[in-house]
């Protein structure tokens, strides 16, 4: 999948491997619960259901998220590609959290 492959290069590991765990442990349970991982979680499942949907012919008028589902619905509008969500979701990591940091970060990558 494009996303993971993206993800990879910020994370240094495999997010899928972390969404399917082939190995259960409570180290490997715990990663999912982290927000380091359950964002870019959710970005992936959100991301690859949309994409079924349209392989199906089903074609979106709007688009519409809550959360991370915002930023791929924005996405699939086209106001971003995937690479600049995935910089601009690590670069807000490195402030405080929150829509602050979000727009503070997409401020400074000139959004």
């Known amino acids: 999948m494009i996303v993971a492959a993206i993800l990879r290069a910020y994370m240094n590991e495999d997010i899928l491997e972390v969404i399917y765990q082939k190995i259960q442990t409570r180290k490997s349970e715990g990663k999912i619960n982290n ?26 008028t709007a688009f519409i998220g809550h959360s991370i589902g915002e930023f791929v619905a924005a996405h699939l509008a086209g106001v971003f590609s995937l690479e600049r969500w995935v910089e601009i979701n690590f670069y807000a990591r490195t402030y405080d959290g929150g829509i602050a940091s979000w727009q503070y970060a997409c401020s400074a990558r000139r959004l």
């Open 35 to 60: 927000t380091y991982y359950t964002q870019p979680a959710m970005f992936v499942i959100e991301y690859a259901m949309a994409k079924l949907w349209m392989s199906w012919g089903v074609r979106p």
